[in-house]
């Protein structure tokens, strides 16, 4: 292998693992704060990335106009999500909840495939996007190198949002303690609000470049990058953002790099996160970067 | 100030509160004392909305504040330093203190207060960038006091503050407790410690399974029969 393909496959590990960081902050956040798999996270992904194809092609915004629009658009349909589908059932006992997040998923699921049409769509990547730029012999696609420096910076603002602020110490607090926090005056369901919006946001973001990575879209797309998402956050040791980072990132790389160095073994490129997944818990069940954490009554 | 009216609260099948009266007045310290499991923490806890009773009242200044969210009872200055401490482990001690005046906008108020604090507590000013849960217990108690103080609150409720600790500190959170009362800061005080509570009390409640039984002054209470019998541990 040539040097310059070896520098090819570190772009593309970290600019696939970037998406999967990305989504995967939007599951450790979530459960994090309410102890909830947010089963329907992978489908706020594809929603988002629809979104975006629509406002580009039935509204002919400019590609960046698109996004913000679905990025926004996304994040207050994941706030809205949790009002529907999470809130009324919060204080009711966890299984309550965690079948309704499987039906959120499903749901969204069938009404992506009545409103957008079951039939993959072709996403008209921008120009700027798909351009092929050359570093002396490595050449490489604009969207790869972009990625991971919008997730680096979205990952500096988060980091600065939760451990700067005073909404993101609100947010601490509540995920080691609701009932503590609410005697400090902290409005919980502003904080759980919250964080399913900026969860949302990061998987809309995330959607959005996979589909300008991977131009195609259909109503089942958000399901194994959610699948594998849900595993990096485990990975990583879910409930911790670095560690859904981290999770994202070590899964990108080694789905790419086995990829390109064991080509017989690309058939299984979707089962390496779950072999994974196997031997981290194997050697540390609280994941990576977890802490132990006495389960909340 | 404060006053519940013919309150009542059901865990399930469990008649937890049976119509309890009780009344707060400004300024002054009340205490409730009873056994384990008598109900003195579901009544702080249905003050501030953690717990919804079956029926009956809460009034703050005769305006009713039962079936309000927890922050908004907080946010009117009432405000629980719970049974246990509950601190918030993952976060710094100064962090645990700021949450503390989460409601508050007076940045400048809040600063002097949290050097106030660190000036009632200087194992906490040491302590500072620590995480709240690698403190002692004993240190996670001034912590959660402090914490309760950083809120400038109008009715301080606190749920045994002195459990756990040893008989200086423990001292020294009753004289504090006396201090912040004196700066006019009216205070609801829960106590297994009934002899200390009742001595700095203006007043007494003794709850005995979700019914008051007795209440009087302070000093009365102390020198009541059935009083010392029970709960201060003296033989007749
Ligand atoms: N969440 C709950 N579910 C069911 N029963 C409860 C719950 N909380 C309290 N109880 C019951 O209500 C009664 C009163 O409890 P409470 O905690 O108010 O007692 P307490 O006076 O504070 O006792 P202690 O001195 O031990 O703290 C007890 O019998 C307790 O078992
Ligand atoms: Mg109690």
Redesign the interface.
């Known amino acids: 292998m040539t040097l310059s393909l070896l520098f090819q496959h570190i772009v593309n590990a970290l600019s696939l693992g970037s998406l999967y960081a990305l989504i995967a902050i939007g599951y450790t956040m979530v459960y994090g704060i309410l102890r909830l798999i947010n089963f329907a996270h992978g489908d706020v992904f594809m929603l988002g990335a629809y979104v975006a194809f629509y406002m580009m092609t039935l509204l002919s915004l400019p590609w960046w106009v698109a996004l913000l629009v679905a990025i926004v658009f996304t994040a207050f349909f994941g706030i809205g999500l949790e009002r529907v589908a999470y809130r009324p059932l919060r204080d009711s006992p966890r299984i309550s909840i965690m079948i309704s997040a499987i039906a959120a998923s499903f749901l969204l699921e069938s009404l992506a495939v009545l409103i957008f049409g079951g039939r993959p769509k072709g996403v008209p990547v921008p120009d700027v996007l798909s351009r092929v730029i050359h570093f002396g012999s490595v050449s490489m696609i604009v969207i790869s190198l972009i990625i991971p420096l919008f997730t680096f910076a979205l990952l500096a603002v988060l980091l600065w949002i939760v451990n700067k602020t005073?909404t993101g110490?609100?947010m601490?607090?509540v995920s080691?303690?609701i009932?503590?926090?609410?005697?400090?005056?902290?409005?919980?369901n502003k904080v759980v609000s919250f964080t399913f919006g900026i969860g949302s946001l990061l998987a809309a973001f995330g959607g959005i470049m996979w589909s300008f990575k991977y131009p195609q879209l259909n109503p089942l797309m958000g399901v194994m990058p959610g699948l594998k998402c849900f595993i990096a956050a485990v990975i990583g040791g879910i409930g911790s953002i670095s560690g859904a980072v981290l999770g994202g990132f070590l899964l990108g790389i080694i789905e790419i790099m086995t990829v390109a160095f064991l080509p017989t073994l690309s058939g299984y490129r979707d089962a390496f996160a779950f072999i994974l997944l196997i031997v981290v818990l194997l050697v540390k069940p609280t994941g990576l970067l977890g802490?132990r954490q006495a389960e909340k009554v | 100030m404060l006053k519940i009216q013919s309150l009542s609260v059901h865990y399930g099948g469990i008649h937890a509160l049976q119509g309890i009266d009780l009344t707060v007045p400004e300024g002054k310290i009340v205490t409730l004392i009873g056994a384990n499991g008598a109900g003195k923490s579901t009544t702080l806890r249905s003050i501030v909305g953690l717990v919804k009773p079956t029926s009956g009242k809460v009034l703050l200044h005769d305006a009713v504040i039962s079936g309000k969210a927890t922050q908004d009872i907080v946010q009117m200055g009432l405000v629980l330093v719970p049974e246990g401490r509950r601190i918030f482990s993952n976060l710094t001690v100064e962090e645990n203190l700021l949450l503390g005046a989460y409601a508050r906008s007076d940045k400048k108020g809040v600063l002097k207060d949290l050097s106030h604090v660190y000036d009632l507590f200087p194992r906490l000013k040491e302590r500072r960038m620590q995480k709240g849960g690698t403190l002692s217990g004993g240190e996670q108690q001034m912590l959660a006091v402090g914490r309760g103080l950083m809120s400038r609150p109008k009715l301080l409720m606190m749920d045994e503050p002195s459990l756990g600790l040893a008989p200086l500190i423990a001292k020294m959170i009753f004289e504090i407790i006396t201090q912040i009362n004196a700066e006019g800061t009216t205070v609801l005080l829960v106590e297994q410690n009934a002899k200390a509570a009742l001595e700095v009390a203006d007043y007494g409640y003794v709850l005995e399974t979700g019914r008051i039984t007795l209440q009087g002054k302070g000093r009365d209470l102390l020198m009541d029969d059935r009083v010392r019998k029970a709960y201060l541990g003296e033989a007749q």
């Open positions: 005073k110490m609100a601490r607090a080691t303690d009932e503590a926090a609410r005697l400090m005056a902290v409005d919980v802490k």
